[in-house]
C-alpha cells in the first residue's frame, strides 16, 4: 500500500486549504483512513477519520466544525480545512488501515498501518 499526501502551502489565518491522500492498493471495507499532524517540537496528533465501509467520522476537538473529512471511490481520502489558525501550522500525514476498524479506535496511531509521506501547511499572515 502506498499513499501519497498533497495539497499543503502556505495560507493567511482564516483561509482554506484541501489535503488529498490517494491511496494506491485496495484495503478491507471496513479499514479507517485519517489525518494525523505533528507542529514544530510536538508530538504526531491526531486530526480526523472515517471508516471506509459506513463513512463514520471522528474529529479533534481542536479542528472539529473547521475541519471536513471524506473519501471518494477511487481510494482517495481528503481533509477540507477551513477558517486555519495559525495553531494549524504542521506537517499532516495520511494513514490507512487495513483491517476493520472500531469507531473508539480511530483516534489513535497504533490502528493505522500505513503512512503517507506528509505536506506541509502553513498558516501566517
Known amino acids: 500500500v502506498q499513499l501519497q499526501a498533497s495539497g499543503g502551502g502556505l495560507v493567511q489565518p482564516g483561509g482554506s486549504l484541501r489535503l488529498s491522500c490517494a491511496i494506491s492498493?485496495?484495503?478491507?471495507?471496513?479499514?479507517?483512513r485519517a489525518w494525523f499532524r505533528r507542529a514544530p517540537g510536538r508530538e504526531r496528533e491526531f486530526v480526523a477519520a472515517?471508516?471506509?465501509?459506513?463513512?463514520?467520522t471522528v474529529y479533534a476537538d481542536s479542528v472539529k466544525g473547521r475541519f471536513t473529512i471524506s473519501g471518494d471511490a477511487a481510494n482517495t481520502v481528503y481533509l477540507q480545512m477551513d477558517n486555519l489558525k495559525p495553531e494549524d501550522t504542521a506537517v499532516y500525514y495520511c494513514?490507512?488501515?487495513?483491517?476493520?476498524?472500531?469507531?473508539?479506535?480511530?483516534?489513535?496511531?497504533?490502528?493505522?498501518?500505513?503512512w503517507g509521506q506528509g505536506t506541509q501547511v502553513t498558516v501566517s499572515s
Open positions: 472515517i471508516r471506509k465501509r459506513d463513512r463514520r
Open positions: 492498493a485496495r484495503t478491507s471495507t471496513g479499514g479507517a
Open positions: 494513514a490507512s488501515d487495513r483491517g476493520g476498524t472500531i469507531l473508539s479506535a480511530m483516534s489513535s496511531e497504533s490502528t493505522y498501518d500505513d
